[in-house]
């Protein structure tokens, strides 16, 4: 199975701040995956970026990913408060299903 | 659905007893994941259901674990006899395709905990 490993654990900064978290992985991936959880939710699904792709973007949030060091970041722009959650990555392998392997990810705290 | 729905929300089992959670996942999805995610830690995988079939459970911890979907759409995972270490959160994920890369929606989970 794959493994995200996502850094910093935890990241505090102000509203209007940008937040940059990142991700490392172990062996080729098909697609990764950024999810994020409020505190006693599920997760939401933000953005996927596929193996063939470099930069991705998506409102404010800009998703890259560098197969040849196997890492990603993402980048929130204009932090909000309520950006404020975990955020996650997760693999998804070459073939067949993907059963996402999670690391344990980075707590956001964006403050008022 | 909508989304994916899992109930109950919170359980509370006494150890030794027998629980079981339900997910009913997004109407004509294909995949169905179970996983277990413990307090302050990334979920981890459980389970995979492609349709009624179940090709990967080699996440379940023990044999106390037990999960089915016998139509291909809802899905329930009974756990045996609980123990404290069962106490987490319990997630369950569907996806249209097979290999997911449209990305997985997830439930809110069942909060079970185990006294």
């Known amino acids: 199975s794959q493994q995200g490993e996502e850094d910093p654990q935890a990241l505090s900064i102000q509203e209007g701040e940008n937040a940059t978290m990142n991700c490392s992985y172990k062996?080729?991936?098909?697609?990764l995956q950024w999810y994020r959880q409020n505190s006693g939710r599920g997760l939401v699904h933000l953005i996927l970026?596929?193996?063939?792709?470099r930069e991705k973007h998506s409102g404010r949030l800009r998703v890259t990913l560098d197969t040849s060091k196997k890492s990603s970041s993402l980048l929130i722009t204009a932090s909000r408060a309520a950006d404020t959650a975990s955020y996650f990555c997760?693999?998804?392998?070459?073939?067949?299903?993907?059963?996402?392997?999670f690391g344990k990810g980075t707590m956001l705290l964006v403050s008022p | 659905g909508a989304g994916v729905s899992q109930s109950p929300r919170y359980k509370v089992a006494k150890r030794g007893q027998d629980v079981a959670l339900r997910c009913d996942p997004i109407?004509?999805?294909?995949?169905l994941f179970w996983y277990q995610q413990a307090l302050g830690q990334g979920p981890e995988f459980l389970t995979y259901?492609?349709?009624?079939?179940?090709?990967?459970k080699s996440g379940l911890p023990s044999d106390r674990f037990f999960a089915e979907r016998p139509e291909g759409s809802v899905s329930t995972l009974k756990i045996q006899r609980t123990q404290q270490e069962d106490s987490a959160v319990y997630l369950c994920?569907?996806?249209?395709?097979?290999?997911?890369?449209?990305?997985?929606?997830f439930g809110s989970g069942t909060r079970l905990t185990v006294v």
């Open positions: 994920a569907s996806s249209i395709t097979q290999s997911g890369d449209y990305g997985y929606t």
């Open positions: 062996t080729s991936i098909n697609n």
């Open positions: 970026i596929r193996s063939n792709e």
């Open positions: 997760a693999t998804g392998l070459n073939s067949g299903y993907s059963t996402l392997t």
């Open positions: 109407s004509g999805h294909v995949s």
């Open positions: 259901f492609q349709n009624e079939a179940q090709l990967d």
